[in-house]
């Protein structure tokens, strides 16, 4: 029996994607697809339509999925005869992620078949991980994969860790409140890279006319930190003081979000359409 499999994802400072890289390279399957990439796309669900096994990886975000992604499953079309599978990555401990995805997919008669949770070194600690550590846990990650390759490749069904609908609730309604009111600011250390808005999954950021970029507080934006820990003269800032810079090790920021239009991988996509046109 041939198989398909299409594995989405949604990160921030590369921890998802290079799990979601491995997975796919060991499952052997097609590149992993962007989720914010995707929804600037005609149809962004192709490919979970022509799928057999559709996956997803994501960070933790405060006790739960970044909305974007819940958002994403919900208007995806679903089918009962597909297993699903989902990987959180996470620094101290996940939470809410999984069963918010069950109760999107039940409305559907389906379920979510596998899901795991793959302890990562985090982009929110008050210290940076050192390079020795790093390699070792992203060695300890590496096997963790294999076993997650081993169920999916097997159809294994696993009963994932479910927490009360009261702690649910109260971090709904937390997320929701905070990523709307999260305020940054751009210092005088701005080198007008563009950076921050390649990384960018919401395409929140703006450049003013002086070429001063500006993440702006509003309802996109996902609050995922993405542009603070990525920007590289740390030019960006919130209303707390220090914030640590992290980002995966092996993950390029033009990696992230391919369909970004500020991102060169779309741009040179766009050229070579222009130039075949
Ligand atoms: C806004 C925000 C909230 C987070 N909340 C949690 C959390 O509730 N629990 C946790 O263990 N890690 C939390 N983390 C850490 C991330 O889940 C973790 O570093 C993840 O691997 C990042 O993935 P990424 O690099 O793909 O974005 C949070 C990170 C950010 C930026
Ligand atoms: S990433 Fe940093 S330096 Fe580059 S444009 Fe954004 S704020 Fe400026
Ligand atoms: S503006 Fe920054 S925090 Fe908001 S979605 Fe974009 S990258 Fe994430």
Request: hydrophobic share 35%.
């Amino acid at each position: 029996m041939s198989t398909s499999t299409a594995i989405y994802y949604f990160s921030a400072t590369g921890n998802s994607l290079a799990v979601a890289l491995e997975l796919a390279q060991k499952l052997d399957v097609g590149e992993p697809i962007s989720i914010p990439g995707s929804l600037l796309l005609d149809d962004p669900y192709k490919a979970a339509r022509e799928a057999d096994r559709v996956g997803f990886v994501f960070p933790v975000h405060r006790a739960t999925l970044p909305e974007m992604v819940l958002g994403f499953i919900e208007m995806m079309p679903k089918r009962k005869d597909c297993y699903y599978f989902a990987v959180s990555t996470y620094t101290v401990f996940g939470c809410n992620e999984f069963w918010d995805i069950e109760e999107v997919l039940e409305l559907d008669g389906c379920f979510l078949n596998f899901a795991v949770g793959v302890k990562t070194m985090g982009n929110v600690g008050i210290v940076n991980p050192d390079s020795k550590s790093m390699t070792k846990k992203i060695k300890s990650i590496s096997k963790q994969i294999d076993e997650i390759v081993d169920a999916i490749n097997n159809y294994q069904e696993n009963n994932f860790r479910r927490s009360s609908k009261l702690l649910g609730y109260l971090v709904k309604k937390f997320t929701s409140i905070r990523r709307k009111s999260i305020v940054f600011n751009v210092d005088k250390r701005c080198k007008k890279c563009g950076i921050c808005a390649q990384v960018c999954p919401a395409n929140n950021i703006v450049f003013g006319e002086d070429g001063d970029p500006a993440p702006m507080r509003s309802d996109k934006c996902q609050a995922c930190y993405a542009c603070l820990h990525w920007c590289p003269a740390n030019a960006i800032g919130t209303r707390r003081k220090i914030h640590t810079h992290y980002h995966h090790p092996n993950i390029k920021p033009e990696q992230l979000n391919p369909a970004n239009p500020t991102n060169p991988v779309q741009s040179e996509a766009v050229d070579k359409t222009a130039k075949s046109a």
